[in-house]
């Protein structure tokens, strides 16, 4: 009989991915989704879909009702304040961990975290991460839970990087962070491959799990618009932003979202994690407990995003060679 698994975020970037993944693989997919979220992306598998919002408790107890694992990928990615990410990544935490531990049969229970957590102090958004693990590690009981840390995730779908990517292929790099800064990437598939991976093996070696993919010390700025450059085989002029400015752009965008209402992404915060000089994770843990390891390289990831390299570049493509090798 099909595992089923409670899914939140199916709706997100990286949650729609997962339930395509868990689909694929065999899994009855239960997903938690808000009258107002875009199912669009879903209508192509079969989803058992649970109506509501992760502080309402009778969906969270029909969504984890009989299922054999929970993966809480749900979270707030902007937002202004510390109260504003607390609602939904500690206290939805909190709630989806209520209804399951409620469970006669408890499920398993990941929780997509992020590498921000690792640095608390940087921004709310990564303090509320940081809380919402310590609320999973304090309450689960008895339950088998674990918790993901992917660095900064891209891949079809994704709004936050995106921009950025794309006006490096227009031709026009802007540097947020110090050239001496380094960081992991991580691309969707890769993602949501570990999920499956880690709930299809005991959770026993695996507790708060780092991965990237795969390259070697982490990429410096230079790095990805070098590969960016190799792909589409064009100069990209480079900027570096200074941090002042960063900040001042970042007020003015906090200021404005007050007087319009919208969601800020870019906030004092924000410029923090990405002034932060070492993003670096480490595969070794994942891959010994569970072997998994990543298949897409930072120039395959870019190519399969943005379609760069597919036509005009086509000769290009066959010529590139894989600018790093994977340390699987
Ligand atoms: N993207 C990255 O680079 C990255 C890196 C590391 C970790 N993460 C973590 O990965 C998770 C998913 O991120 P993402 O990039 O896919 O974000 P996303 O595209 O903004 O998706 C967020 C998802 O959470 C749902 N959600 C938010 N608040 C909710 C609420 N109160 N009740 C029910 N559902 C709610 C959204 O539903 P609606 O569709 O209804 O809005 C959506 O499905 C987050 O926990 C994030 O912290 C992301």
Known sequence: MSRIVALTGATGFIGNVLAHRFHAAGWVVRALVRASSRTANLATIPIQFVEGDLSDFGSLRRLVEGVDDVVHCAG???GASLADFESVNVHGVENVLQASCDQTRVPRFLLMSSLAAREPVLSPYATSKLQGEAQLALLARDMEWMVLRPPAVYGPGDRELRPLFEWMGRGIALKLGHDHARFSLLYVDDLADAVVMCLENPFSALRVVEFHDGYPGGYSWNDVIDTVERICQRRVARFSISESLLRFVALCNITASRLTGYTPMFTPGKVRELRHHNWVCDNAVIRDAIGW?????????????????????????????VPYRLDS
């Not at 870019?302 to 010529?319: E, I, N």
């Open 76 to 78: 707030l990615v902007r």
């Open 293 to 321: 390891v990543p298949k897409i390289a930072l120039d395959e990831g870019l190519r399969k995003t943005f379609g760069w390299g597919c036509k005009a570049h086509s000769s290009a493509q066959s010529d590139t060679t």
